[in-house]
Structure formats: C-alpha cells, structure tokens
C-alpha cells in the first residue's frame, strides 16, 4: 500500500527545479551575454535579502548584440507528455524567454514567450507548447517530445535597448 502511494503523490505532485532562498547557491547557474558575439548588453543574477533571484541589467543593440540570459544545469529530470513548468515570478511588464534544453550539447532549445505585468504572477507553460529554435530562428522540428530536461533558461532579447528586472521565487515541474 506505501508503494501505491508514493507512486500516486510522485504522479500528483510539483518537483521543485529551483527554489530561491536567502541562503541558496548560484553555482549551477550562468550568466550568457551577447558579448559571445561582441554585443554589448550586461546581465547579472543575485538573491535578494528576502530570497527571491534578480536577473537584472539592460540590453544593448551596439556591436550586433541585443541579449543576456541566465542558464541553470540540473540533472536529468524525467518528464512526461503533460508536464508543465510553473514559474512564480514579478517581471516589468516586459516580454521574457523561457527555454528548455532536453541534452546540453543539443544546438537546439525549446522555447516559449511569456509576459509579465509587474506584479507577483505564476505563469505556467506545457511543455508540449514549447518549440524548437536555434539563434533565433525557429527550427522545422517537432514541439518538445523528450522524456527529460537538464537545463533551462531565461532570456531577454526584445529587440530594444532597454533595462530589465525579473524576480524569480522559484521554476516547477508539474507532471
């Protein structure tokens, strides 16, 4: 009977993939800027004091630049067909990247488009709707079909120069 029931909660519940904390560690996240191809756009990612991560900085258009990013590396989550990534978060009402990665070494991230509107939100996003882009191009592949995830990421690039501010409390898988 035990078994019947961890499987039903494992099938029931959330699995936290990030939840910031005063005390938590940033080590398996990563800062990309545009400086990869001599953009000039500056990102950063910090805790609050009151836990919550702050991807901030601006976004320049000079040098052919015009984004910054910030990656995670988890270990291979497994996901189904139905999962659903739920982001608690406050943006500034600006539009924001998320992207997943099924393998690192893939050239290819699964992507959606969210809007924030500047107050505290949960958005969430069925796997199944992200699709297929490299360099900003939209790849002629099937939506995400993959049985795992080991990276994601946040990324701002909406073609303006611009500062940016999001807040993120924590990113979920929801089987």
């Not at 739920?86 to 992507?111: E, M, N, P, T």
Request: aromatic fraction near 12%; charge should be negative.
């Amino acid at each position: 009977m035990n078994a019947l029931f961890f499987t039903i909660a494992m099938l029931t519940s959330s699995i936290a993939l990030f939840d910031f904390t005063p005390q938590g560690n940033l080590d398996r996240w990563a800062v990309i800027n545009d400086g990869v191809m001599g953009g000039l756009s500056k990102g950063s990612l910090e805790i609050t004091p009151e836990g919550h991560g702050k991807f901030s900085g601006s976004v320049s258009l000079e040098n052919y630049g015009g984004f910054t990013s910030i990656r995670c590396a988890v270990a291979d989550i497994a996901v189904t067909e139905s999962s659903k990534v739920q982001l608690r978060i406050k943006g500034d009402g600006k539009d924001y990247q998320f992207r997943v990665k099924h393998k690192a070494r893939d050239y290819q991230s699964y992507i959606t488009t969210f809007s924030t509107t500047g107050e505290w939100e949960t958005i969430e996003m069925p796997l199944s709707d992200l699709y297929p882009s490299w360099r900003g191009q939209k790849l002629d592949m099937p939506n995400f079909d993959q049985s795992s995830i080991n990276e994601f990421t946040f990324l701002i690039a909406n073609k303006r120069n611009e500062n940016f501010e999001l807040l993120i409390d924590e990113i979920r898988l929801v089987p």
